[in-house]
């Protein structure tokens, strides 16, 4: 996938006022409104200007943009990192895409999943909207696994996009006490009653949906409920078996019996034994046969004493 620069299709510059954009836009769909122009490549020229104009002239997608797109060049190879977007707040409960179905697939990359205020027309008029009570927000935020598995309260200090008075974007920052329920998934909802936006009319503010994402641990891998975890073992305890303790997320250990002639990529499952919950979600153990260095004449002399008394041909074993 390709890096855009929105920009450089509106032809405004990286710190244009809002005004800029709109007379930006307009000047382009003037010249290149599949109705009106006899440009060669009018309509798809017209679909480019209107994906650049659905970020810059939004000031959330918009901050997002910026704050990702740093030292990319038009047309390099790009991949969003994970979690780019994390701690950016947004109008919307965050279940739109409708919109990214319109556009190229580097927007659909980075606002497919995002809410979205009212989206201006071709020629800059906002579609009407009114509701007595106030719009839901909402925010990816990335927990550590630990805090799934025994809950918690964390301070969550989230971006809150607007416009300045000088007609440039510009971010605020809000910090929020979170209660992280335990057994918390990836991809749940965690509501927060009020903080969304103020309501119309005297009418109840909405909610803040805080949408959970984990963050990548060394040991630890999260499906679900589950707990995935690569569990390194010696040659010798995998030939004759073993009890091997495994570390928790709670800094508790669980012993675990390996049988003899585990295999390295061999999975065990304790039941029961991943993130609480209800139902709780499993401990997955994939075996990884872990061979000692041959770095001393002794380790050397082992190996050669293996070699010669051991009638093992790995490949007939593994029919390869």
Known sequence: ??????????????????????????????KYH???????????????VNE?????????????YDALGRGYQPGQEFRPPPDWD????????????????????????????????????????????????????????????EDAWRG???????RVPRIDAAGR?????????????QGVREGQLIRLAGQ????????????LLLEVHFRAHPRYR???????????????????????????????TLKVRIPAGAQSGRQLVVRGKGIPGNPPGDLELTVRVVLPPADSARAKELYETMARELDFDPRAASGS
């Open 152 to 158: 918690a309260t964390r301070q969550i200090s989230l």
């Open 222 to 252: 999260v499906s679900g409920r589950d707990l995935l975890v690569d569990l390194p073992v010696a040659p010798w305890e995998a030939a004759l078996g073993s009890v091997i303790p495994v570390p928790l997320p709670d800094a508790s």
């Open 169 to 181: 974007v510009a971010l605020d920052t809000r910090t929020l006490d979170v209660r992280i329920p």
């Open 1 to 30: 996938m390709q890096f855009k620069d929105y920009y450089q299709t509106l032809g405004v510059a990286r710190d244009a006022t809002a005004d800029e954009i709109k007379k930006a836009f307009r000047k382009l769909a003037r």
């Open 86 to 145: 994390a701690n950016f707040e947004f109008s919307g409960p965050g279940v739109g895409g409708a919109e990214a179905a319109d556009f190229s697939d580097f927007f659909a990359e980075l606002f497919g999943r995002m809410g979205g205020r009212p989206r201006e027309g071709p020629f800059g008029r906002r579609e009407a909207r009114f509701e007595a009570r106030g719009e839901d927000h909402h925010a990816k935020i990335v927990l550590d696994v």
């Open 34 to 48: 599949p109705d009106l122009s006899k440009e060669p490549g009018a309509e798809a020229r017209m679909k480019e």
């Open 52 to 64: 650049a104009n659905a970020v810059l002239s939004d000031p959330e997608k918009r901050a997002a």
């Open 196 to 207: 969304g936006a103020p309501g119309f009319s005297g009418g109840q503010p909405g909610d």
